[in-house]
C-alpha cells in the first residue's frame, strides 16, 4: 500500500493533486491524518483523511508520499508515525517522495544521502548529503526510489512522476493527455 502522510498546515495542491493522479491511475493510496482524520490545509481547505494516524500500522508500506507547506511539514517531522513508516520504507527499498518543504523531512533523517533531490528554496541546508542542484530550476528529482518536487507549481509533474514510477511512462503520458485535452 503507498500512503500519503497529512497534517494541518499542509499545502493542499501538493497532495490533492497527486493523489488524484495516482488514484485515476489505479494505484491504492490510503492518506492518514497526523492528529486525526480532519486535515486542514494552510490556506483553510478541510480534508478528511481515511484514516488518522493512531490506525496506522504498516510495518512494509510500498510507499510513503509527504506533501509539503507549512506548518505542515514541520507536523509530518514531529511525528513519530511518519519517522517509523519512512523507516519501514527506507529498510525495503520502498518509494519515498517529497514536495516542497517536506524534503526536509526526508534529509534530517539521511534518507537523500547519495541521491539526487530538489525542494522549495531555501530549504537546501536540510537535504544532508544529496547531491542538490538549482532548486530554482529543478522542479521534479526522480532517482531510483526516491521522488522530490519544488513546490506547488510542481504538483502536476510531481504526481505524474510518481505514476511513472508505479505504473510506467506510458500510463503517466495517458493521464498528462487526458488532462490537458490532447
Excluded: W
Aim: proline letters at 4%; glycine letters at 14%; charged letters at 20%.
Amino acid at each position: 500500500m503507498i500512503y500519503m502522510f497529512l497534517a494541518n498546515g499542509m499545502e493542499e495542491v501538493e497532495a490533492l493533486t497527486p493523489l488524484d493522479l495516482l488514484r485515476r491511475a489505479g494505484v491504492a493510496v490510503t492518506t492518514v491524518g497526523i492528529g486525526g482524520e480532519e486535515i486542514t490545509g494552510s490556506h483553510g481547505i478541510t480534508i478528511r483523511a481515511d484514516m488518522p494516524d493512531t490506525l496506522y500500522r504498516d510495518g512494509a508500506p510500498d510507499g510513503i508520499i509527504l506533501p509539503g507547506g507549512m506548518p505542515g511539514t514541520k507536523h509530518l517531522d514531529a511525528s513519530p508515525i511518519v519517522d517509523a513508516a519512512l523507516k519501514a520504507a527506507a529498510r525495503r527499498g520502498a518509494l519515498i517522495a517529497a514536495i516542497c518543504a517536506a524534503p526536509m523531512v526526508l534529509g534530517k533523517r539521511g534518507l537523500l544521502k547519495g541521491y539526487k533531490a530538489t525542494c522549495y528554496p531555501g530549504f537546501e541546508q536540510y537535504l544532508d548529503g544529496a547531491d542538490v542542484g538549482d532548486v530554482r530550476a529543478t522542479r521534479v528529482v526522480s532517482d531510483r526510489d526516491r521522488i522530490t518536487a519544488a513546490g506547488m507549481g510542481a504538483a502536476f509533474a510531481f504526481g505524474l512522476a510518481l505514476v511513472t514510477k508505479l505504473c510506467g511512462k506510458e500510463k503517466a503520458d495517458e493521464l498528462a493527455a487526458g488532462t490537458i485535452g490532447n
